[in-house]
């Protein structure tokens, strides 16, 4: 089979699936061929099963032969190491979860399975999705696609650098700070975390509960609308899923004219990279182009939702990670003399560093006689971000930003500077602070590595942001390019 399948659309693929050019089966043989010739080099995968990809397909061929019309039957996909699945382990990237099995499968899986869509396998995750570089997951790190020596991104790292690869024709990745958005933009694919509540969170190993959305990676702004279409929706498993029914097929914006495009200047500081602040020049004067209105705009409260965040996500993930003692499930120290030694023995060597620093800061935080000076403030000023990125949207269609401050860095670059890396998320942290929908997509690459261009939308803008972005790369070829592995 002939290598031009890497980086084709699921349109693409579901076409050749439905006209009888190609099998479910070879499909899952081809990604399988590409995984197993170039992932020891990334490390995307944790675990993979080509038996029951193969049976799954089988499965998918039987549906296309009986008439089914679905886009996504028959089509290979990855699933974060953070979404629970029956038939493989899910670890979250730490070494507290090794080798723990789900009894269930997460909403989102259930949802694509009924799609007919195949799960190839696991992907790679900085441990419990804490980090931006992958490089915090306990099965070592995953390397970007675009040159071994850079990170992916992350949490998300996996799911980002296996579609860029060709490994998978998409991936689902989740999203508490900008770990969907992020790696999309270090790994040169498009990446989209949807509004809070449109995804059910149910199954997904939960980090901080009021920022968590599960989200796709995909080869464009198509196949992104695609399985939003699938996956959305109200769930009886989890009370702050919505019942958006929109339908999800996608406007045809023949131009930007009557499109307004807010410009917010606390993301262009004068510290951002002037040649990344070039490439999203580059997409304004292409909207500006093309009939679109822009508009500078100001966010002031925008330089506090790194405090913000990291307050609010370490507390709801030092409630949300005392699950995790030894007891019933995961790693467990028996090695002691006590219950009570079994539990900090378990914990103190089953969690990374990271996790163990934010567990600190979200104990702390939520403290006798901190809380309301930490906890009680942040979620205040959560408030201001929410209400001044609402009025922005009274009078714009969208934002328009930098994904990242920063192409990849080097593996290694930031491990020791805590603060380094969390200023990775600087621009994609206020999305999940809000609940809004958040879209990253390629615009070009500067020295040799990818950059991405963030869309912002009001709450539950999702097909005019969808619509607006899937435009964007009607008219331009970025999103085409692809790595040439070795």
Known sequence: MSDDLSGKSIGYLSKLLRNNKISSV????????????FD???HS?????KNFAIKQAKESDNKIKNGDQS???????????????????????????????SNYDATVVKKLNIEGAVLLGKGNLDEFAMGSSTENSSFGPTKNPWDYDYVPGGSSGGPAAAVSAGFAAFSLGSDTGGSIRQPASLCGVTGLKPSYG?????????FGSSLDQIGPFTNNVEDSALILNAIKGRDENDSTSKDYDKDLILDQIEDFKNLKIGIPKEYFPETLDKEIKNKITDVINLLIEHGAEVEEVSLPHTEYALGVYYILAPSEASSNLARYDGVKYGFSDNQVSSMWERIENSRSKGFGIEVKRRIMLGTYALSSGYYDEYYGKAEQV????????????????CLITPTSPTTAFKLGERT??????YTSDIMTIPANIAGIPGISIPCGKVNGLPVGVQLMGSYLSEKKLLSIANHIQKITDWHLERPGLD
């Open 71 to 101: 886009p996504l039957n028959g089509i290979p996909y990855m699933l974060k190491d953070n979404i629970c699945t029956n038939n493989f382990p899910t670890t979250a990237g730490s070494k507290i979860l090794n080798d723990f099995y």
């Open 40 to 42: 020891n080099k990334i």
């Open 45 to 49: 995968f944790l675990s993979t099963d």
């Open 382 to 397: 959560r408030q201001l971000i929410k209400q001044e990125l609402n009025d922005v949207f009274k009078k714009v269609d």
């Open 416 to 421: 020791k500077d805590p603060m380094a890396m």
């Open 26 to 37: 070879e499909l899952v043989d081809y990604f399988f061929d590409r995984i197993e010739r």
């Open 198 to 206: 449109v995804v059910s969170r149910y199954g997904l190993i939960a």
